[in-house]
């Protein structure tokens, strides 16, 4: 028989399922936000000058860090369901050829869709496409930073977007969201997580960094939606596509 504090387990558990998905949605960019006003903090209480910039300077290791918090969250979320967090990157050996064939197509879109927004953002906002490059990348040692880059670009893959398009945006549907609001939300957020990415309180920047990205977060948002089994393929694209950070920091390093 049950009782009135099975029912208000149950409906505990219920509202916490429902609110989840959009704690999800926000959780990179609070944990970007919150590793690099920590990092500015430690700086500052031992004697730094340069406090937010050198921490700003990091935040690709902030982001690994906020990686490794995610992963583990997601897999006590799917575990919390019965499923296995490890199963959104199974391959469906009978699309094979199919589907890797459509990732050459979509990546042919993809590919100007992530690069030619920030430029054509910086250059309208800066009038310069160069001007923001020093703000993503101050003075730091190659020999610690590409290793950093290197663990930040896989873990990208593993938790980036699995958190916005297969775990939040496919729940926020099922509470009736309507799909278009879904995996704009998700893109949408995935988009201004960047802002953090590191944080620089400027308009125009901020404006930049959080919109950069946008068209290619809803062009991969739409794909996914249409075709989820296709996430690992994209999730290692977009791992090699952060990568290529590596030339642009070692460009900026170098001078």
């Known amino acids: 028989m049950s009782t009135t504090a099975d029912h208000a387990s149950s409906f505990t558990a219920n509202r916490a399922l429902q609110v989840t998905p959009w704690l999800m949605l926000a959780s990179r960019l609070v944990l970007f936000l919150g590793l690099q006003v920590t990092a500015a903090a430690v700086l500052a209480a031992t004697g730094s000058t340069r406090a937010w910039a050198e921490s700003a300077t990091w935040w690709p290791l902030h982001i690994t860090i906020a990686n490794a918090l995610g992963v583990a969250w997601l897999m006590r979320l799917y575990r919390a369901e019965g499923q296995r967090y490890l199963e959104v990157f199974r391959l469906d050996r009978t699309q094979l050829g199919r589907d890797l064939l459509t990732v050459l197509g979509l990546v042919a879109i993809a590919a100007p869709l992530s690069m030619l927004p920030n430029p054509l ?16 990348f101050g003075p730091s040692p190659a020999w610690a930073m590409v290793p950093v880059l290197v663990v930040f670009a896989l873990s990208q893959g593993l938790v980036e977007l699995p958190t916005y398009f297969a775990y939040a945006t496919p729940r926020l549907e099922r509470q009736g969201v309507p799909t278009w609001a879904a995996v704009g939300a998700g ?8 802002i953090a990415a590191p944080l620089w309180p400027e308009g125009r920047y901020l404006l930049w960094r959080g919109l950069m990205f946008l068209p290619f977060a809803l062009f991969v948002g739409i794909v996914l939606r249409w075709r989820p089994r296709l996430l690992p393929y994209l999730a290692v694209v977009h791992a090699l596509m952060d990568l290529s950070l590596i030339a642009l920091y070692l460009t900026v390093a170098t001078g």
């Open 121 to 136: 953002l910086a250059t309208a906002l800066f009038g310069d496409s160069q001007a923001v490059v020093p703000l993503l």
């Open 187 to 194: 893109a949408l957020m995935l988009s201004l997580q960047h």
